[in-house]
């Protein structure tokens, strides 16, 4: 199988913090791969460098051979997509247009240039509108098209981003704890959905907390621990390994020697 997204010793420092240390991976094209490890592990800041929102300090990343530069969008451009821990939309533009400005990958857009080019985009292009519409059926959210995106449930909410985000029409989809505050019904839901985009072609990398939901959709998983990689394999392999477990045990004392956990 090939790889359609390569790491290759991505390295950032922050004033002395290495929060991704010399982090190397490869993703096959047409799996979901998970990228998982105890919180501060540098997960969202693999992602941030991946997708361009920050530079590294050393290293890189290449998607179907070519190495990733510039910034997120023109990576949009290139064949990655990817989903935010804190959801991140236009609250006040509705569920379709929301869906449109990721079709809009395009363009560097800031949000006035989105919209007056949006106010073009859905007078001209009705094949634009018929797509976005297919998006969002296929996200479940049909009957919320003309609803105000910021006036959805939290699921439904998480369920746009990722059509918004699949509208750019990506080789490789990243989510970024897509299951965060879901209940287990729209958690299965977020699973049957990922599956039916897996089975579409796409590429997953995803970084989730909850255990359940990576295992059963993982092919394979990269474990961080400290900004390291500290672990990587099946989920089986991962969930057997003792310095997984140690890195979440580690992690769990702290936390309640914090007082943090009950
Ligand atoms: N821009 C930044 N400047 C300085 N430090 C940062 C910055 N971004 C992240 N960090 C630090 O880098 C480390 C890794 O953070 P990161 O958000 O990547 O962890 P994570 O694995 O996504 O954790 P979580 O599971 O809690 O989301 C943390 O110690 C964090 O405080
Ligand atoms: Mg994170």
């Known amino acids: 199988m090939s790889n359609v997204l390569d790491i290759n010793e991505l390295t950032v420092n922050f004033r002395g913090l290495v929060a991704v240390d010399h982090v190397s991976f490869a993703v096959a094209a047409g799996t979901v791969h998970g990228l998982i490890g105890p919180n501060g592990a540098g997960k969202t800041t693999c992602f941030n460098l991946i997708s361009g929102l920050i530079p590294p300090t050393s290293g890189s990343a290449t998607l179907a051979g070519t190495r990733l530069e510039g910034s997120s969008w023109q990576r949009t451009r290139a064949g990655l997509s990817r989903t935010f821990q804190n959801i991140r939309m236009f609250q006040d533009m509705t569920v379709r247009e ?35 519409d297919e998006l969002i059926e296929f996200v479940g959210l049909a009957a919320a098209a003309n609803r105000r995106a910021g006036d959805l449930s939290y699921g439904d909410q998480r369920r746009l981003e990722i059509a918004r985000a699949v509208a750019s029409e990506p080789q490789v989809l990243m989510l970024d704890e897509p299951a965060a505050g879901m209940n287990p019904t729209e958690t299965q839901q977020l699973v049957e959905l990922l599956l039916r985009l897996k089975q579409k072609g796409l590429t997953l990398l995803l970084v989730e907390h909850d255990m359940h939901f990576v295992m059963s959709l993982c092919d394979r998983i990269t474990v961080l621990n400290f900004g390291r990689k500290i672990a990587e394999g099946s989920p089986r392999e991962v969930r057997e390994n003792p310095a997984v477990v140690e890195a979440y045990l580690g992690a769990k004392v702290a936390e309640r020697l914090k007082g943090g956990a009950a």
């Not at 949000?111 to 106010?119: A, M, N």
Request: hydrophobic share 45%; charged share 25%; glycine share 6%.
């Open 98 to 132: 929301n869906v449109m400005t990721g079709m809009h990958s395009r363009l560097n857009a800031s949000l006035p240039e989105i919209l007056s080019r949006l106010g073009r985009f859905i007078k001209e292009e009705t094949a634009a509108i018929k797509r976005a």
